[in-house]
């Protein structure tokens, strides 16, 4: 769970979608001949959304929707209702190109069904979504058989190079959205984790950033820095003693290794395993600003989550050598390349 990215899936701001959950949500759900159930709206010439019958879309239109881009607002929740992700959470939209789906009753015929501007819940069988459109296994916080729902609003359909030349304004403007919400979180934080260190009577250092440390076993030599690989067996839980995850349990009981400075990791973990040493033990307590942020990572970790993680730094090595290419030694293919 340390990583940067776990299970990013397709998810929207819930107010998006109150007037046509609220007041729309009690009609019942329409099955496709696919087996694919929705609930899909519209919006008429006075803004309010009505019921939108999918079986007279025009075959021209939907043809005309293949190979581009289009962009939505989403977000999905478990057969408990539990949000799962929110592009809301994000501060950004997703965009996905619009491809036929050869699995009857897939997400991708799902987004087809949308005309931009319209609206629509739809209800994915877990199981299919993840073996057939994601290609991964199931997550533990999603249950064998279950359903996800989607609540999703299509904001825009553009061709690819269009989509391209809007990505990095959508990524400008989310990290301007995403420091806003950092510098406002960050004393709240600052606030609990203090407030706990003095519950737990903590002898704890702090970074520049605001992660707090404890070493409670030295180890020997220098300290990790950038450009080194680690090795770290780790604990993390919440602030209320909930675990969501460790070495034991995602990586069969070994350390796990990454190497510094690539961004591999969430900040507080680049910055906190600085603080050790080989053989070290100890805690860090990361503000969620240096860990996940306003992003809800499943169930187990909502929003603006204050991170704990109990870390042994078993190693400290060198990375390896980048191999010669066209560029000499030390090129574009270095570790951590592409992730």
């Known amino acids: 769970m340390f990583k940067k990215s776990l299970y990013l899936l397709p998810a ?6 109150s007037y046509s959950c609220k007041n729309l949500g009690k009609d019942e759900f329409v099955k496709a001949p696919s087996g694919l159930e929705y609930k899909l709206y519209s919006q008429n010439k006075e803004g309010e959304y009505e019921i939108k019958d999918a079986s007279k879309t025009d075959s021209a239109a939907y ?4 190979d581009k881009v289009m962009s939505f607002e ?3 929740r478990n057969a408990k209702d539990s949000l799962l992700f929110s592009t809301k959470d994000n501060a950004m939209p997703i965009q996905i190109k619009m491809v036929a789906s050869p699995n009857k009753g897939s997400i991708e015929e799902a987004f087809l069904m949308l005309d931009k501007g319209d609206s629509a819940v739809f209800r994915i069988n877990a199981d299919t979504l993840f073996a057939k459109t994601f290609r991964s296994p199931l997550p533990p916080f999603i249950e064998k058989g279950s359903f996800l729902t989607f609540f999703v609003k299509a904001i825009n359909l553009q061709t690819e190079q ?4 809007d990505y990095p304004k959508m990524m400008e403007r989310q990290q301007k959205e995403m420091e806003a919400r950092a510098a406002k979180q960050a004393p709240i934080d600052d606030k609990l984790i203090q407030e706990y260190v003095k519950k737990n009577n903590l002898q704890v ?3 520049a950033s605001g992660v707090y440390y404890v070493i409670t076993q030295p180890g020997a030599g220098p300290n990790a820095t950038d450009g080194k690989v680690v090795a770290v067996k780790y604990k993390g839980t919440l602030l209320n003693g909930k675990e969501f995850d460790s070495s034991d349990k995602s990586n069969g009981g070994n350390p796990i290794e990454f190497p510094l400075g690539q961004n591999q990791v969430i900040k507080g973990w680049e910055e906190g395993i600085k603080q050790f040493n080989k053989g070290s033990k100890g805690t860090l307590l990361i503000p969620s600003p ?3 942020g306003s992003m809800a990572r499943g169930a187990e970790l909502p929003a603006n989550s204050i991170l704990r993680f109990d870390v042994e730094l078993v190693d400290i090595k060198d990375a390896p050598a980048a191999p010669a290419g066209p560029t000499g030694p030390g090129g574009p293919a270095g570790p951590g390349a592409g992730l």
Request: net charge positive.
């Open 74 to 76: 989403m977000e999905y």
């Open 12 to 17: 929207v701001a819930v107010t998006l979608f």
């Open 290 to 292: 240096q860990g996940y």
């Open 63 to 66: 043809k005309a929707k293949l």
């Open 162 to 165: 269009e989509a391209m030349a």
């Open 205 to 207: 250092q702090k970074t």
